[in-house]
């Protein structure tokens, strides 16, 4: 088993900054692909960005540009720094990781119990 434990979200103002970070417990993740995807009001849960265990990255079109994916294999997290972030980047944040690919297709294999993200116009 895995756990994930996000921190980090909370509110801030259009145009401001937040960073996430996920921490992960148990059975090693370090070999894995981790990522974040969101979750917004009365919408369906869409990938936000991924990172192979290599460091390559992989990210949503509507946050490449703003949003830069992170992961300290020996630690265990991984971390999203989200800039110029828009009222649309509103959403509750899950940290994912799985034991194959991570993207926007397919289910991950554990999720993180999520964290809030709202950004006010």
């Known amino acids: 088993q895995v756990q994930l434990v996000e921190s980090g979200g909370g509110l801030v103002q259009a145009g401001g900054s937040l960073r996430l970070s996920c921490a992960a417990s148990g059975r090693t993740v370090s070999t894995n692909p981790m990522g974040w995807f969101r979750q917004a009001p009365g919408k369906e849960r869409e990938f936000v960005a991924s990172?192979?265990?290599?460091?390559?990255?992989y990210y949503a079109d509507s946050v490449k540009g703003r949003f830069t994916i992170s992961r300290d294999n020996v630690k265990g997290t991984v971390v999203l720094q989200m800039n110029s972030l828009k009222p649309e980047d509103t959403a509750v944040y899950y940290c994912?990781?799985?034991?194959?690919?991570?993207?926007?297709?397919?289910?991950?294999?554990?999720w993180g119990q999520g964290t809030q993200v709202t950004v006010a116009s």
């Open positions: 994912a990781t799985s034991y194959s690919s991570l993207g926007p297709h397919g289910t991950p294999d554990y």
């Open positions: 990172i192979m265990r290599s460091g390559v990255p």
